[in-house]
Every structure is written in C-alpha cells, then in structure tokens.
C-alpha cells in the first residue's frame, strides 16, 4: 500500500509541482494518472520512488517512510518499485539478455553488479520474463536492434525481473504507434491481473486510461481535482480537467 499524507512538492523557481495531496494506493489496482501537461503527473510518479524529493509531508510505503529512509532503507524500498518510462533506458549496444538482468542489480553488492555475477535463477527469470511481454526470440539480440515497443516490452521485463510488487510507468505509450500501445498497455494489464502488482500509468490518452484502468486521478495545478472509477470520468469532469471537448482535441 503506497499512501500520501499532506504531500507538496515546491520547485526552486517557486512553481508548485505537487499541492496537499493525500492518496491511499492500494495492493493490485491499476491507476491512471491523467491530465494536462505541467499538472503534476510525473512529479507524482516520480515522488513515489523518491526519484523527485518532496518538500512537506510523507509518502509512506508498506508501513516505511520513503521520504524519510536513509540509504540502505531507501535501496530496500527501491526494490519494491520498477520504473519504466517513455525512454525505455536501456543500454543500447548490450543484448536484451542483459539489460533485463540489471532488474535484479539492487539485489546484489557493488561488485557483483561490477561484474555481472548473476546466478541460475536469474537467467531463468530473464526468460520467463521476456517470454511474457512475447520476446524469448530476442534473449540475445542487441537492443538497439529493437523497434521501440519491443525496447519498452524489455522495460517491463527488467520490472519483472526485479520482482517489484509496484510497477511505476510514466508515459511508457508515448511515442509508439497505436498498435504498439495497444500491445505495451496489454501487457501491463496482464502483469497487474495475473501477478497482482500495483500498476501507476501516466498517461495523456484517456481513452487508453478508461480502457485498462481499475481507477483514475485527475491532476490539474499539483492538485487532485478527479479520483474515482473510469465510468465515473464524465464529458462534465473531463471539461474541468482539461477545458473544453473543442480544446481537448481527441483526448
């Protein structure tokens, strides 16, 4: 269960990223973040693994405060949560093979990181892995061979690699084509059906938010303005979110 009590996030320049915001995630839903951009949606996604600091209140996650853990505490955390984002971060010139195995890195010490000591079990959880996101023909293939949604399907082969209970994806469809998105989304939907792990999706699409998500949260100026199931997403709520259906476009 991730929760936020009275969180902000105030940025140098005096621009508020995040304002009072209080949320209780529970295990296993699947969450869209939507909104205009500058609403504060990856500034959310971003405070949950504290890759963003916040600057008043707490994030607390399974009982632990993220925001308050020292190092050790914050690696331990950190392993609970798996990071894709729309840039896939993979190293490019290493096999798929590889980059899915630096999922399991915060398992180990610095120097088997270094050297890549990984055991039996990991290479067998490498291919399970890409053989869920529908990869096992690419386990040795260079990642920069890749189309980009087959870089974002290892993406979430590393997360699950990782054996993160929470799956944290900010914008991971935004630069694919339709039929890409509609593949990389189904995956992620079976990863949060079948193995039951929170999934927390940024997205600009709120077709794509109604579609897969269990529940929704509308950000608009750092506040939560919408938080409810997708049926509930009126055209009415959806005017206050992003202005009119003539300036929404195909939202």
């Known amino acids: 269960m991730i929760t936020f009590n009275n969180v902000s996030k105030i940025y140098p320049n005096g621009v508020k990223g995040l304002s009072n915001i209080n949320l209780t995630i529970q295990d296993g839903e699947f969450i869209s973040i939507i909104g205009l951009s500058g609403a504060g949606k990856s500034t959310l996604l971003r405070s949950i693994n504290r ?27 950190r392993r609970q949560i798996g990071w894709i984002s729309q840039n896939f971060n993979l190293v490019k010139r290493s096999t798929v093979q590889k980059n899915v195995l630096s999922g399991r890195l915060g398992y180990y010490s610095t120097f088997k990181s270094t050297f890549g000591l990984f055991t039996k079990e990991d290479y067998s959880q490498t291919e399970e892995a890409l053989r869920m996101v529908g990869l096992s023909d690419k386990l040795h293939a260079r990642s920069d061979e890749l189309s980009g949604g087959q870089q974002q399907r290892v993406s979430i082969a590393r997360a699950l690699v990782q054996r993160a209970p929470i799956i944290l994806a900010d914008e991971p469809v935004a630069s694919l084509d339709p039929v890409t998105t509609q593949n990389v989304m189904q995956d992620l939907k079976k990863i949060n059906l079948k193995m039951n792990k929170t999934v927390i999706v940024n997205l600009h699409s709120v077709p794509l938010a109604k579609e897969f998500s269990t529940r929704i949260i509308a950000l608009k100026y750092g506040e939560i303005i919408f938080d409810g199931p997708p049926e509930e997403l009126t055209p009415t709520r959806l005017d206050t979110i992003y202005g009119s259906s003539q300036d929404r476009g195909s939202l």
């Open 51 to 77: 890759l963003e600091r916040i600057t008043e209140g707490d994030i607390i996650i399974n009982d632990t405060s993220i925001t308050n853990a020292k190092k050790k505490e914050l690696r331990m955390l």
